[in-house]
Structure formats: C-alpha cells, structure tokens
C-alpha cells in the first residue's frame, strides 16, 4: 500500500522558513516522481515543486523559484521541501504525492492527508 505522510506545517511569520516533510513507503521511491502542491481556502490545488531522483528532474513554480527547495533522502524514503523567505500568500494545505511517471506530471494517483502551512504578516 503507498502511503504519504507530510509533516512539519506550522505558524510562522513573514520572512519566516520551515521544512516540510514528506515520508513514503509501500513503493520503490526512485520509480516515482514526487510532488508538493497547496491548497489556499477559495483556491484550486497548485503544483509547488516535483522531483525525479532517477531522471535527474527538478521543478518549481514560478511562485515559489529561489525561496523553496525540494530535496529527497533515498535512503529514509523522504523528500523535503525547505521553504524560507515566506509570504502570507503561501499560506496554505500543503500536500506531497506520488506518481510512477517519473517526469513529473500533471495528476499524481497517490496523495498524503496534507499538512497546514500558516504564514502571518
């Protein structure tokens, strides 16, 4: 069974960081791409970063380019998103999931429950 398990959300004020975890289990972790999205009250799901260890494959939107960093420990299964210099506006549900198409696309099959990211101004 994949299974996702974010954690490390929080409060945090403006100019603030935190790292978000996101560990993995019930699947070989180099055959999948991994991706952040957020979910703001009133707002659609957004795709925050993705990473493909075994293609080498980094991404970020727009939003978040220079201020966060996806990151993978292969061996603990874990992916990280460090996320510094953060903005009200990044205020969301931050959620990790998995994909076995390894180039990070679009829709993911398999989601974690989703961890609150809270940035006061």
């Known amino acids: 069974e994949v299974r996702l398990v974010e954690s490390g959300g929080g409060l945090v004020q403006a100019g603030g960081s935190l790292r978000l975890s996101c560990a993995a289990s019930?699947?070989?972790?180099?055959?999948?791409?991994i991706g952040w999205f957020r979910q703001a009250p009133g707002k659609e799901r957004e795709g925050v970063s993705c990473i493909s260890s075994s293609e080498g494959i980094t991404y970020y939107a727009d939003s978040v380019k220079g201020r966060f960093t996806i990151s993978s420990d292969n061996a603990k299964n874990t992916i990280y998103l460090q996320m510094n210099s953060l903005k009200p506006e990044d205020t969301a549900v931050y959620y990790c999931?998995?994909?076995?198409?390894?180039?990070?696309?679009?829709?993911?099959?398999?989601w974690g429950q989703g961890t609150q990211v809270t940035v006061s101004s």
């Open positions: 999931a998995a994909d076995p198409n390894r180039y990070c696309p679009y829709d993911y099959d398999y």
């Open positions: 019930g699947f070989t972790f180099d055959d999948y791409a």
